[in-house]
């Protein structure tokens, strides 16, 4: 039985900002976005893109006015009670959905509704109810799209087998099993389905924000939640509940087979060769990869490939270009796996994850102004999520870089928060995209992703 969820609603538009994600389309930094088909089969979803041309939204968005028009749409094969703040489905045909986060204020002018008591910050609005209960058939393939409409806070949705209370940083308890995410069972989580990348914040003067979809097959639970999973969120009541009929009550073991079924996500089209390396993990040689990643060992081996027309310098951890057409790549990894796969060491105000870049960690970047840098970010950490953009802002950086940010004065380009690498699986996720150097004395690169940039992931662009 295939169930494909589409979860709606609708913001008024408001503040100025940028927004990374994945979805239906792919994501390369550039105008160029991908149209979707969905087909049916008698196991799952399969789906397919092609690329077409799109005039003023980058590749992977969607525009305000087709988010107002997806609000309004009908949600088809569902039921939906307002007095019970709930949405079942019950038929086995497709179904087109999809989930807006987004402020409880923009919420409530959207729907007319009010938010659970429990939500004390952003929530989800579906089927034009917020944090609705979802009543969801056991065994459906549920296709869930999810939109950021908030313009001031990174958002994702995850199916959790845990309710709340929720941890405050769940990402910190992940750990991988297959395509799907289970959590360490210290955390006191059983598991998450699916584990998306998380969407940064809409941009408004832009008129547009990312979307991602994924695909999971709903298990023999009592109970499900559907939450998100950025710091503080899902404690802070950005969840909603997800009851299943067929199944058995009070069943809290994760089923093994509650993994990705199919996934439609972001995805960046940078020049990869797969090729074999050392690895620090156990990974696996399977060939499949989902959307928007590349195998460990391909990663591995482009960490260690040098830059393109660059100068690198070991003695003073630093890269040279003068082209003004630049291609750089970095990655997000744990310190210890930086040091193993380079030989060098991190800089002393590294306390935890670094960059690699060029075969050095967190160097000192030397382009010029003007020039195009083209940006694929990797990310090697087996255990948390990670971004890489472009700032004006200098050190020392606060816990929570993204608070109070406006898109357009402090970063170049802000791209959606990448999903921890699966080792197990031997996959990384990866994004690219493109900016132009001003002509400013000093940038710096860094990681937004809370505590990250404050604990030293970050290093220095001096323009020439």
Partial sequence: MIIVIIAVAAVAAYGAYDLGG???????GSNTQSSATTTSTGSGTTTSSSSTAATGLPSGAISISDAMALMQAPL??????????????????????????????????????HPPSYAQ?????????????????????????????????????????????????????????GYGMGMMASSGFQGLLYMMSVLSPANYAGGWMFTYSYTVTIPSYANLWYVCTYPGHG???????????????GTTTPSTSATKTTVSSTSATSSVTSSTSSSTHTTS??????????SISAAQTLLKTPPVGATVSKSTDSITWTSLNINITAFAIMPDNATN?????????????????????????????????????VNLDDDMYHDFVVT?????????????????????????????????????????????????????????????????????????
């Fill in 235 to 249: 404690m802070g009541g950005m969840w909603g509940e997800i009851v299943t009929s067929g199944s058995t009550t």
């Fill in 285 to 294: 040689t399977s060939t499949s990869l989902p959307p928007g990643t590349m």
């Fill in 76 to 113: 088809a094969g569902a039921s939906v009670s307002q007095s019970s703040n709930s949405i079942t489905f019950t038929s086995s045909s497709s179904i087109s959905i999809a989930a807006f986060a987004m402020t409880q204020e923009n919420a409530t002018r959207s729907t007319g509704m």
């Fill in 341 to 377: 796969l380079t030989g060098m060491q991190p800089p002393s105000y590294a306390k935890d994850d670094v960059f690699v870049i060029g075969g050095l960690i967190d160097p000192t970047l030397y382009i010029p102004k003007g020039a195009t840098v083209h940006m694929t970010v």
């Fill in 22 to 28: 994945g979805g239906t389309k792919t994501v390369t």
């Fill in 392 to 464: 004006t802002l200098s050190p020392p950086y606060p816990y929570m870089m993204m608070q109070g940010m406006m898109w357009g004065g402090d970063f170049l380009y802000m791209m959606p928060v990448l999903s921890p690498a699966n080792y197990a699986a031997g996959w990384a996720p990866y994004y690219s995209y493109t900016v132009t150097i001003p002509s400013a004395t000093n940038l710096w690169y860094l990681c937004t992703y809370p505590g990250h940039a404050e604990s030293g992931m970050y290093g220095a662009i001096i323009t020439t």
């Fill in 121 to 177: 910050g952003d929530v989800f609005v579906i089927g034009g109810l917020i944090d609705p209960t979802l009543y969801v058939p056991t065994g459906s393939d549920v296709t869930f799209t999810i939109v950021n409409m908030d313009n001031a806070m990174y958002n994702d949705l995850v199916v959790s087998t845990v309710g709340p209370p929720f941890a405050s940083n769940m990402s910190q308890y992940m750990t991988w099993s």
